[in-house]
């Protein structure tokens, strides 16, 4: 069986075991891309479903992450974040001194990064934040300091898993294994940060793209512009 088949085996299986008209979900794949999907719904939840969704935020794809946090006030949207630190903090009382130091001082990095409202302050947040977020990278790794740090939460959600409405959730699944996208004109990363993606994958301003300084951005909190591309390969190649 090659591997086309097999794929399209796997979009017939989930859709029908779900009951969702095959249609339905090629459409919006094919006429909504997921960033525009992900705002139009967060935007139609009333301040409790808001709520709801801010509780459970680790149970949405990073990109509905992204648009909640967007919709809540600045306090609690801090609180979101310093909680998802003290959850990982308290669930593992071997965490060493230093370990739980780091992590105390993102929280607190946290706190005042996400309460502020514009850009007075931000260049010197941001330069905290990557002093608190090369620490935790330091003594917990990468991966864990994305999760805590960048992320907040996996870096994938399952689409079993996945808190948002099905028709959404599996649209985002069908766009992302199955349609093929324009290339984003929009920056994705930032270049001090670097990419959130694959190991052999960098982030590059070799090629013009449109600045987002708007956060949520990139980096630490989403507190830094997003100036650059990400691109596969070895950092330093040629396009």
């Known amino acids: 069986m090659t591997t086309h088949t097999r794929r399209r085996l796997l979009l017939c299986a989930v859709v029908l075991a779900l009951a969702v008209p095959a249609e339905l979900v090629l459409v919006k794949a094919l006429t909504t891309d997921a960033q ?24 949405y794809s990073p990109q509905y992450r992204k648009d909640i946090m967007r919709r809540l006030a600045p306090v609690r949207r801090a609180q979101v974040w310093v909680d998802h630190i003290a959850d990982y903090r308290d669930a593992r009382p071997e965490l060493s001194t230093e370990q739980v130091d780091a992590l105390n001082a993102a ?22 934040n990557r002093v608190v977020g090369g620490r935790v990278q330091e ?16 870096r994938t959600t399952r689409v079993l898993a996945n808190a948002a409405p099905w028709r959404l959730s599996l649209s985002d699944f069908v766009r992302e294994r199955f349609v093929v996208s324009a290339r984003i004109e929009d ?5 001090d940060y670097g990419c959130d993606t694959l190991s052999m994958t960098y982030c590059t301003n070799t090629r013009a793209c449109v600045i987002d300084d708007s956060w949520p951005a990139c980096g630490w909190f989403w507190n830094e512009p997003c100036d650059g591309e990400c691109k596969i390969g070895m950092i330093g190649s040629q396009d």
């Open 36 to 59: 525009s999907a992900s705002n139009a719904w967060v935007s139609s939840l009333s301040p409790e479903q808001l709520e709801q969704a801010a509780a459970r935020i680790q149970d």
């Open 107 to 128: 929280i607190e990095a946290a706190s005042a990064t996400l309460i502020l409202t514009g850009d007075e302050g931000r260049a010197e947040q941001a330069a905290a």
């Open 139 to 154: 003594l917990f790794g990468k991966e864990v300091a994305d999760y805590l740090l960048h992320r907040l939460g996996n």
């Open 187 to 191: 920056c994705n990363c930032d270049m």
